[in-house]
Nanobody, 125 residues
Framework: QVQLVESGGGSVQAGGSLRLSCTASLYTYSRVCMGWFRQAPGEEREGVAALSRSSGATYYADSVKGRFTISRDNAKNTFYLQMNSLQPEDTAMYYC??????????????????WGQGTQVTVSS
């Protein structure tokens, strides 16, 4: 059974930083793509950042470019979302996701088969 375990959410003031982690049992396959998504109340789930393990290609939403970084640690079967300069509009539930094999646009939630449980990020002004 595929499992994704998230951690790292919390509450910070505007301008602060958080790092989200996602450990995934499918991570060891080379054709995995991994992504971070967020969903605020009343809004659709949106792609924040994504990474193709085979090509190294990345995707970032325009709203987070220059502030968020997706990375991976192969030895730990874990990928991360480093979030800097957080703003109140970043407040949402954040989800990690994996698709194997990577079958569609990395930015699209419909591409991903497997999802983490979500972790709340709250940014106060």
């Amino acid at each position: 059974q595929v499992q994704l375990v998230e951690s790292g959410g919390g509450s910070v003031q505007a301008g602060g930083s958080l790092r989200l982690s996602c450990t995934a049992s499918l991570y060891t396959y080379s054709r995995v793509c991994m992504g971070w998504f967020r969903q605020a109340p009343g809004e659709e789930r949106e792609g924040v950042a994504a990474l193709s393990r085979s090509s190294g290609a990345t995707y970032y939403a325009d709203s987070v470019k220059g502030r968020f970084t997706i990375s991976r640690d192969n030895a730990k079967n874990t990928f991360y979302l480093q979030m800097n300069s957080l703003q109140p509009e970043d407040t949402a539930m954040y989800y990690c996701a994996i698709d194997y094999p990577c079958s569609g646009p990395m930015s699209s939630a419909s591409t991903y088969k497997y999802w983490g449980q979500g972790t709340q990020v709250t940014v106060s002004s």
